[in-house]
């Protein structure tokens, strides 16, 4: 075994080095790399992963510095049924999560993880979740014999020396213990074990399963460190609104995986929306603090964008798009003759010639998409040309309002504002989204996900519903809690609202809520705008259809909130009473009894 100790003993992290030789002895990797993040170990690996097929170079001229990977057509999303949190007791991970005991979790993964190294290379990745030198960032290690995992972690967090630098002599790390094996479904397990601030995962080279600062820490660990010790770990975006006059408003958003998070973080105001501009602090994952103002405030812990890549278009997400130019990864998206990138939904017909995301000749006759539906994009958030300037304050920015939205054909208005803290709570934890081809499984079905955290809350629900209750006592000056859904269809199955950079007008009639004058009306679920309270110049939408958006039916909501009272039949005696009794008042309501 080699390794390359000249940045191993950079660390002074005793803690490390005894972790890492660790992993060695039971991995048995032919080599250790220690990764420290410099662009000459990026073109050294780039090239070690074309030579292993594991990366294509697409066109240089076209799209510089940029590569397609093809996964194992068995390893395309995350996959919730595998997922486990190994907490001590079943209770502390709850009805929403999968639980193993962390001895049959060790033994069994270790057992899979025992000599699955030999002939590979383990790469040693340290790295940083958050900008360097903030109180909220939190160094983690991930050890991992994917050549693409390291790659893909050189964009989505700071890493390398950094991290080491940052780590010092301490033991308080993320260890995150990553081995492909053979990739076969059978022997894929993804543990987390709270107590010990560790992630085991095995058999998937897939994003959200393998890339373990992301889902597994900055989420599912995160959000029990957060309970911990009094913050957030959210399933959210952070966008900077900034109105003609030059100021800056912030709010989270939280949206289950593909329901357009990284499209809102990017979002191109309408024409007639002269003098605004939108800053992107991140796409998915926000860490949330109490300021001392008493206020919260919010970091992006990422480095770069997990996004989406069917649908992204120069119409809807030019951002997006021009974040691609260069220095990319693309995974299972289509290629065309030329080597460069397509996918359904891009705005430009599909040429001829083109490879599918197994890299098979594609026949437009046959039914079958070229990108796969759950295809992604890996860029540096440095390419996004409406990045936040504040993306990388230590401190995070202050957030005026909290959104939370799903995917609902029917039901959910396009936006809904809470009454008060515990009102936006029962909205968050109550909310329904139909799923999506982000996880294995059936798509389009509607399911509870709280805070869009369903597959991400690190420990039982029942008692994140009441860290998010309990955290009302510190935060002295709370953001105003809304709901939006921009995915209600007419009868007819058409979308209601046009969506994308439309999505301005609605986050301007919240911040108006907030800092303004807007109007809104009172209905049995909540606030929510007249048509004419909204700002909308430019846009051409019926008067009728506007309404249909807008609708509160009362039928629907009696079969709402009854399938929101058997999800917290399911949560049991974790969820918090105020959430019952919230939940009582809004059937109450619906009866047309006083609540
Ligand atoms: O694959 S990820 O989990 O990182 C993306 C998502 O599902 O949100
Ligand atoms: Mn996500």
Not at 36 to 46: F, H, I, V, Y
Not at 296 to 325: D, H, Q
Not at 469 to 498: C, H, Y
Not at 564 to 572: N, W
Request: a negative charge; one cysteine or more.
């Amino acid at each position: 075994m080699t390794d390359n100790s000249a940045a191993e003993t950079r660390t002074r992290s005793r803690a490390l080095t005894e972790w890492v030789a660790e992993s060695a002895r039971l991995t048995q990797p032919d080599r250790i790399v220690w990764c420290d993040g410099s662009e000459a170990e990026r073109r050294r690996l780039t090239e070690e992963a074309v030579a292993a097929g594991v990366l294509i170079p697409l066109n240089q001229k076209q799209r510089p510095n940029s590569y397609l990977h093809r996964s194992n057509p068995s390893d395309v999303a995350r996959t919730e049924e595998v997922t486990f949190i190994c907490s001590r007791t079943r209770e502390d991970a709850g009805v929403t999560n999968h639980w193993m005991t962390p001895e049959e979790a060790y033994a069994k993964l270790g057992a899979l993880l025992a000599g699955s190294m030999a002939g590979r290379t383990m790469y040693v990745i340290p790295y940083v979740m958050g900008p360097i030198g903030s109180p909220f960032a939190k160094v983690g290690v991930e050890i991992t014999d994917s050549i693409y995992v390291a790659l893909s972690m050189r964009i989505m967090t700071r890493m390398g020396a950094a991290a080491l630098e940052m780590l010092g002599a301490s033991d308080d790390f993320n260890r995150g213990l990553h081995g492909t094996l053979d990739l076969d479904p059978k022997k894929r397990f993804i543990c987390h074990f709270p107590q010990d601030n560790t992630i085991w995962s095995v058999g998937s080279g897939y994003g959200g399963n393998a890339l373990l600062s992301k889902k597994c820490f900055a989420l599912r660990i995160a959000s029990a460190l957060g309970r911990r010790e009094g913050w957030f770990a959210e399933h959210m975006l952070i966008v900077g609104l900034q109105n003609p006059a030059g100021e800056t408003r912030y709010v989270a958003a939280a949206f289950p995986s593909a329901c357009g998070k990284t499209n809102l973080a990017m979002l191109m105001p309408p024409a007639a929306f002269k003098g605004w501009k939108v800053f992107t602090v991140g796409d998915d994952i926000a860490w949330l603090r109490v300021g001392r103002d008493g206020g919260l405030w919010a970091i992006n812990p990422e480095a770069g964008y997990f996004g989406v890549a069917p649908g992204t278009s120069m119409k809807s997400n030019p951002n997006a798009m021009r974040s691609i130019e260069h220095d990319a990864l693309f995974t299972n998206v289509a290629m065309t003759a030329d080597g460069d990138i397509w996918w359904e939904g891009m705005d430009v017909p599909a040429p001829d010639g083109l490879s599918d995301w197994r890299g098979r000749p594609w026949d437009k006759n046959s039914g079958e998409k070229a990108a796969h539906p759950n295809s992604r994009f890996t860029a540096p958030m440095t390419n996004n040309p409406v990045l936040s300037p504040a993306a990388e304050e230590p401190q995070g920015v202050p957030i005026s309002a909290i959104i939370f939205g799903g995917r609902r054909a029917t039901t959910m208005p396009l936006v809904l504002e809470s009454r008060d803290w515990t009102h936006g709570v029962l909205m968050g934890a109550t909310m329904g989204s139909e799923t999506t081809a982000a996880a294995a499984g059936k798509v389009g079905v509607v399911r509870r996900d709280p805070m869009a955290m369903l597959p991400f809350c690190g420990y039982n629900i029942g008692d994140y519903l009441g860290h998010w209750l309990e955290m009302r006592k510190q935060i002295t000056k709370p953001p105003r809690i809304f709901m939006v859904n921009w995915f209600r269809k007419s009868d007819a199955g058409e979308f209601l609202w046009p969506g994308y950079g439309e999505n301005m007008r609605v986050l301007k009639w919240m911040l108006d809520r907030i800092h303004g004058d807007a109007g809104a009306h009172e209905t049995p679920v909540g606030l929510v705008p007249e048509p004419g309270d909204l700002d909308l110049e430019g846009l051409e939408i019926s008067p009728e259809q506007l309404r249909s958006a807008l609708a509160v039916n009362t039928a629907e909501w009696k079969a709402e909130v009854a399938s929101a009272g058997e999800f917290f039949d399911q949560i049991g005696p974790s969820l918090p009473t105020p959430l019952r009794e919230k939940h009582r008042e809004l059937a109450a309501a619906l009866d047309g009894k006083a609540g």
